[in-house]
């Protein structure tokens, strides 16, 4: 059996002329790089890269639901059939809501806007360390 090295020309290491090896990572080779001047609109009235509010909501909502609408028959089986497994969402709804009619509340009396900061000004330094460690490790 024949040996086959893979890339064992050095003239093929330099960077390609091909449009596809100058591009960005997840960008078409025939999208331009050049980013438009302030006075250029483009097609349609809204700049490129905005969305609307309605858009960005459902771009949520399908991220949130996505794999979720998966295990829903196994939960509900799991809960003890689909009644009880509404009465278990509607209970947890409640929470919520109630959390973020709370973390709303803190927002405006302490005049910040995003979840760190809300936590950092209502509880205080330590626990916002912690909140952002939490954070970190959920993600993660």
């Given at each position: 059996?024949?040996?086959?090295?893979?890339?064992?020309?050095?003239?093929?290491?330099?960077?390609?002329?091909?449009?596809?090896?100058?591009?960005?990572?997840?960008?078409?080779?025939?999208?331009?790089?050049?980013?438009?001047?302030e006075?250029?609109?483009?097609?349609?009235?809204?700049?490129?890269?905005?969305?609307?509010?309605?858009?960005?909501?459902?771009?949520?909502?399908?991220?949130?639901?996505?794999?979720?609408?998966?295990?829903?028959?196994?939960?509900?089986?799991?809960?003890?059939?689909?009644?009880?497994?509404?009465?278990?969402?509607?209970?947890?709804?409640?929470?919520?809501?109630?959390?973020?009619?709370?973390?709303?509340?803190?927002?405006?009396?302490?005049?910040?806007?995003t979840?760190?900061?809300?936590?950092?000004?209502?509880?205080?330094?330590?626990?916002?360390?912690?909140?952002?460690?939490?954070?970190a490790?959920?993600?993660?």
């Amino acid at each position: 059996m024949a040996q086959v090295s893979i890339n064992n020309d050095y003239s093929e290491w330099d960077l390609s002329t091909d449009a596809g090896e100058r591009a960005r990572l997840l960008q078409s080779p025939c999208v331009d790089t050049a980013p438009k001047s302030e006075w250029e609109a483009s097609p349609g009235g809204l700049d490129r890269g905005t969305t609307s509010t309605l858009g960005a909501i459902f771009i949520v909502v399908n991220a949130c639901l996505g794999a979720g609408l998966l295990n829903f028959p196994a939960a509900f089986s799991t809960a003890g059939g689909v009644a009880a497994g509404i009465a278990l969402q509607m209970g947890m709804l409640v929470f919520i809501i109630s959390g973020l009619v709370i973390l709303a509340y803190c927002s405006q009396a302490s005049n910040e806007r995003t979840y760190q900061e809300v936590v950092w000004a209502v509880c205080g330094k330590l626990t916002g360390v912690l909140c952002e460690v939490a954070i970190a490790v959920y993600t993660f």
